[in-house]
């Protein structure tokens, strides 16, 4: 069965200024596919009447359910309440209701009301008021033969509330919970974008209704797959068995690496040279990770890898702080000083400036100290210096992962 | 003089699917700008041919510029240059300097490429080929009787390099720089949004044709301000009077502090708890730092913080790891045991768990050591751990900023 088409419209010339960036369709499309509704269409308009009728007028006749964010402010550029009265050609009409719920918020936190607030209680007659217990503009709703607008204020923390609150169960009870396909998330890391297609997507073909979408972020594809009815799970096992080590799961590669370490209850030190703490940054995201990460160092001065590591100054010597050798003595040695079962390093050139023909911007020797073994590998990444740590950084934990995996 | 109107379209259904939020729009915007021309008009569509060609047709025909983002990969979900054909009624035909150009970057950081990247190759007759330096899709221009159509790739690393060399200075020989406005950006940190609101409101107001916009991020107020004729620098100086030492300038909070590190020829080093590495992260984004960093050290265990930073263990069981204590301890360890003219320490709980009611999640101790003297702060910061880490790290950073200036 196709869902309804759902039009969501951003307005605010601040998100056409670039002065701030639009969350709101993305919580709004994630709230509508629990249930079963996708979003089909998004416009953004500036906050002018004209365009903004031009716009609700476009969305109504594409989709039956049109939800707007923004504009509803007590100030002179808040457009939306006059927008959608002349778009659904509708007078505006005080609503008392509104009005006390404004006064009432105002009372209640004792903040001074400017009179124009009373604009905010003029709202197109007929419709409903979504009540906003986080702000002062209260939202409202116009339905007409089974089509649906809602107008929610543009601050995401007024918004999302009023949305689970209020906008989810008037659809579902329109709609019915559509919620017939199941999807499912997973990551594959080490593997370009092209060749993971060519995997998926014959797998996917052999199994009607079901669908996939790729989208990639710091060298991780991430996969979603979604199928039509019954489990997606045996498309998943037919993934693994293709992808083997490079499929993740849904999780994120320092939430698996995370995982691993507490459920293996086994503890890991960081060293760090070009990725600057980025590793570290990344594995303390993890809730409860204090439990397995000891420490991280990071070692930016020779002197560092040396005093706190015990890498031979002679080593830096002979073969530079971006070396093989280095990486593998900083793993070993953040291991033995800080007692740890594991041990992680990096060094590299994230540049932009200390990069030579010999050793380029990019080039990153990763290490991994672990029962005994150490294994180093080397990579060139392209990209700026914040893409080179974050590749670099990703890199680091996809060894640690796979470490633990085989260890 | 009115801008053009120009048109921007995102594509991807991951954005309509809310699995990713679009920053794009708001480059472009800010990049635009800079020339003097307004975006009017964004919208977002699915990974769908057909909605692709309408949307194309439906923004040229409102607007004479069309920037558009995505769908350029090599999967058979990625329309855009199909689309773009059929637009504007142009064959797709093999262009072999694309090809060139994709083949030569695979061979460059040897990686496998699949055959299906033959397809980025074919772009819209007479389309100019934007080169992508940071990434495999190129991308591409097409323009007839003074309108403009640019396609450009989806993920922003690689999209603004193309829209700075190649969009803006087109756009800004065809149309003229008419950039008849000026810009300036600066930042506000430690102080809350109503309140910069309510200084800067005033001065503004007294230049005619000045007017000012503010967003909120991790605890910086941003201040765009916008003069119509003249130099927006008396503005500025009015600001700063009235701002102090909260007003940071254009540059962000690590960028300031890399710069001062690096005048005033001064080292550093950083002890984190809580933030878990984030401040060395942020630190080591600047480039260059690496003559001011010495290290960084993320001691989440007790351990860590006795045996490298030689904090007392009975002054940690005396007042918890978390204390203004042994947050000092932890700032005048680090600089001593680093050799560093300055020393951070961060000592937290970045929740969800650990939290108490004398120390609740959110509670956070910042050290600054400095010639001498040790300055320690106690914060509360609101949100979930990302926050708390993201509060924290900067909180500490302006300290050190603010040392910095007064040493």
Redesign the interface.
Known sequence: MRASRVAVLSTGT??????????N??????AL?TIGL?????????DDLDRLVEEIRLASARAEVVILTGGLGPTEDDFTRRAAAEAFERPLVFQPAAWNAIRSRFRRFRIPMASINRRQAFLPRAAGILPNPNGSAPGFAVESAGRFFFALPGPPREMIPMLQKRVLPRLAAAFGNRARFRLWEGRVFGM????V??IV?PIVARRRGASY?????GGTV?I?LRVERGSPLPLVRALRRKLGLFLIGPKSLEETVGDLLLRKRQTIA?A?SC???????K???V????AA?????????N??KTA?LGVPAELIRRHGAVSPEVAAAMAEGIART??ADAGIAVTGI????GGSKKKPVGLVWHAVHYRGRTRVERR?F??????V?DRAANFALDLVRRALLKG
């Open positions: 601040e998100l056409l200024r670039g002065r701030s960036v639009d969350t369709l993305a919580s709004i499309a994630r596919e996708e979003v089909d269409y998004h416009a953004t308009g500036p370009p974008e092209g060749s297609d060519e997507r979408g790729l989208t990639v972020s991430n979603t960081i760090e990725t600057g703490g980025l590793i570290s940054h594995l303390t995201s809730s409860g990770i204090s990460l000891l420490e991280g160092l990071v070692c930016y001065s002197r560092s706190r800080a007692g994230a540049g932009p400036s060139v392209p990209g700026d210096r914040p893409a740590k």
